[in-house]
């Protein structure tokens, strides 16, 4: 049997990196199709960026302060992409919107993670959102990125309850929790799996 395609990944992330790490983690479990062909960080010392060091990936810092405009930061990240070969990019705690150049560069392979059950509760602070509301349940989504903010297609979501003593810093440790499965899941499903876009909707199968 022919082995399957190993898909060449981007990672953008600004800070702590766990979620690029349960990605790594699950590539080194031979559960998902893919390799990490760089991780590129707008912050020079991102914790996660020194953590792809130390595991030996390819590992770039471009500083945002460095470039003109968005748009100039945005292409030298496609150019930092393109010379790795990748093929997907993985928003990963990447905390900067990104130019419609360079969603138009890769989309539709473009995913985020955020840690709402979307559309409610997009932007900064989402579990702080979550419990102002006062919701039951709140989890995370893994979605394609269009040029909105936390829009575009989901692709898996994952619950978690709202307990009544919980904090935003006890509520974000459970939701991390499967942030950490989700974001493997969702990445493997779109390798491995036909999927098509109608309208809003991502739906698998052929
Ligand atoms: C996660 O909560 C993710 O959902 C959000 O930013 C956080 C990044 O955490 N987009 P980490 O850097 O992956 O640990």
Request: aromatic content about 4%.
């Amino acid at each position: 049997m022919a082995a399957a395609r190993v898909t060449p990944i981007g990672v953008l992330l600004s800070g702590r990196g766990s979620n690029f790490l349960a990605l790594q983690a699950a590539i080194e479990r031979a559960e998902l199709p893919a390799r990490i062909a760089v991780v590129i960080s707008n912050v020079a010392d991102a914790p996660g960026l020194v953590r792809a060091r130390e595991l030996g990936l390819a590992a770039r810092a471009l500083p945002h302060g460095e470039s003109a405009s968005r748009e100039a930061h945005d292409q030298r990240m496609l150019d930092a992409l393109a010379e790795a070969g990748a093929e997907w990019v993985c928003l990963a705690g990447y905390m900067r919107l990104l130019s419609a150049r360079f969603v138009a560069g890769y989309a539709p392979r473009i995913l985020n993670i955020h840690p709402s059950l979307l559309p409610a509760f997009p932007g900064l602070h989402a579990q702080r959102q979550a419990l102002a509301a006062g919701v039951r349940v709140a989890g995370c989504t893994v979605h394609l990125v269009d040029e909105g903010l936390d829009s575009g297609p989901i692709v898996v979501q994952r619950a978690v309850p709202v307990l009544d003593d919980d904090t935003e810093e006890t509520l974000a440790a459970r939701i991390l929790v499967e942030e950490h499965r989700a974001y493997p899941e969702a990445l493997r499903r779109l390798l491995v799996e036909p999927w098509a876009i109608e309208g809003r909707r991502l739906r698998f199968g052929a």
